[in-house]
Each structure stands twice: as structure tokens, then as C-alpha cells.
């Protein structure tokens, strides 16, 4: 199983999405620190809401194979800069919670991470369960090697056409 950290701001769903892939009853509960389990780097959200506290989270990045970047369906804004992926050296994918939500508007957050540099989505809510299986399916099954050398030859494509 690869390991995900999880990075959104505080309401943003990352705690119940854990406890959700986790099989356990979705309650409540205000993560403090940071919570560095099995599979999942649960943050809190003021450490992406607080400047100063950024660092943290880059360190924990280190830790992890992949990168989800939350937003709940009905996000006011975005917290996320444009192209942000771009400064990180790990799988990101962007994950939309709350879309059983009345107030989900899923387009604009879907395109809150596209401006982000998301290539890869999911869409699910952690109180009804819809997504989060095939969530956990892609943090099972997801090989960053594989990906690596998809990268590089794509780019091999890109900078000499006439080669490859």
C-alpha cells in the first residue's frame, strides 16, 4: 500500500476521508498534529493555512509516495497556487470531498485543482462512502516507478520527436 498525505485546509474532509479508508464509523474529530499512520499523513489544515507553518508539511511529504490535495465540494475558495504540483517530486492527485453535500459545487473546485496542476481526481464523500473504494484502490495499486518512467519518456517525446 502507498502512503498518501493528505493536505487541505481545516473542514476540508482529510480526517473523516482517513477514518473512512480506514473502514472505521466517520465521526468528528479536530486533528491537532500531524498523524503519521499506517498508510495515511493525516494533517491538520491550519498547517497549510498558516504560512509559517508550511514547512511542516514539507517535511512530511518526504514520507509519503503520493500527494492529495483536498478541497471539500463546496470550498469558498482556493488555498491552492496555480501550478503548486509543479514544486513537488511525488504523485499529486486532487480529491473532492463532501459531493453528497446541498452546496457541492463540484465544477469549480474541479477546476480550483486543475489550475493547481491535478491530473487526476477523485470524487467522493466520506459519509455515504461513494469514491472512496476506488480511492483506496489507486493508493494500492499505484506503482511510482511505473509512473516515473512514464514521465520521463513522455518528456523524452516531447524533446525529441523524431527519436522515440
Not at 499523513?41 to 518526504?62: C, K, N
Not at 491535478?118 to 480511492?135: A, D, M, N, P, Q
Request: positive net charge; glycine residues 8%; proline residues 4%.
Amino acid at each position: 500500500m502507498n502512503k498518501v498525505i493528505f493536505i487541505g485546509r481545516s473542514g476540508a474532509g482529510k480526517t473523516s476521508l482517513t477514518q473512512a479508508l480506514h473502514g472505521e464509523k466517520v465521526h468528528y474529530a479536530k486533528t491537532q498534529d500531524v498523524k503519521n499512520g499506517d498508510f495515511v499523513i493525516d494533517t491538520p489544515g491550519e498547517y497549510i493555512q498558516e504560512r509559517h507553518l508550511g514547512g511542516a508539511v514539507a517535511v512530511f511529504v518526504y514520507e509519503s509516495d503520493i500527494v492529495g490535495l483536498l478541497m471539500s465540494a463546496d470550498e469558498p475558495y482556493s488555498l491552492f497556487a496555480p501550478n503548486i504540483v509543479n514544486m513537488c517530486n511525488r504523485e499529486v492527485i486532487g480529491i473532492v470531498t463532501g459531493i453528497d453535500k446541498p452546496t457541492a459545487n463540484i465544477p469549480r473546485v474541479t477546476n480550483w485543482l486543475q489550475l493547481a496542476g491535478v491530473k487526476r481526481i477523485f470524487y467522493l464523500s466520506s459519509v455515504t462512502g461513494e469514491g472512496v473504494k476506488e480511492l483506496y484502490e489507486f493508493l494500492r495499486d499505484f506503482d511510482p516507478k511505473a509512473e516515473k518512467v512514464k514521465k520521463k519518456a513522455e518528456i523524452m517525446r516531447l524533446k525529441y520527436p523524431n527519436r522515440v
